[in-house]
């Protein structure tokens, strides 16, 4: 059974920063893409940042670029999408998923985390 969770949303001020966290079970992250999504209420789900299996490439949404970043590491099955200079726009529930991920398009990824909240407001 393949699974993903994530951790470490919660409120944060805007200029703050969070770390949030994905762990994989039943599958080794190491043969594939993955990437970090979020939605907001009434807001179609967007791509934010993606990492290569391959060649480690990775790929943000212009709203991100600069100030989140996205790391691995394989020894632990899990990967972090390191937030810093949140906005209230980047209030949404964050998602993690595997599979081809380098188009920051959704409907491309098969195998999804639950989703864990993010609030940036003062």
């Known amino acids: 059974q393949l699974q993903l969770v994530e951790s470490g949303g919660g409120l944060v001020q805007p200029g703050g920063s969070l770390r949030l966290s994905c762990a994989a079970s039943g599958f080794t992250l190491d043969y594939y893409h993955i990437g970090w999504f979020r939605q907001a209420p009434g807001k179609e789900r967007e791509g934010v940042s993606c990492?290569?299996?391959?060649?480690?490439?990775?790929y943000y949404a212009d709203s991100v670029k600069g100030r989140f970043t996205i790391a691995r590491d394989n020894a632990k099955n899990t990967f972090y999408l390191q937030m810093n200079s949140l906005k209230p726009e980047d209030t949404a529930v964050y998602y993690c998923a595997a599979g081809p991920c380098w188009a920051l398009n959704y409907r491309y990824l098969e195998v999804w985390g639950q989703g864990t909240l993010v609030t940036v407001s003062s």
């Open positions: 990492i290569s299996s391959s060649d480690g490439s990775t």
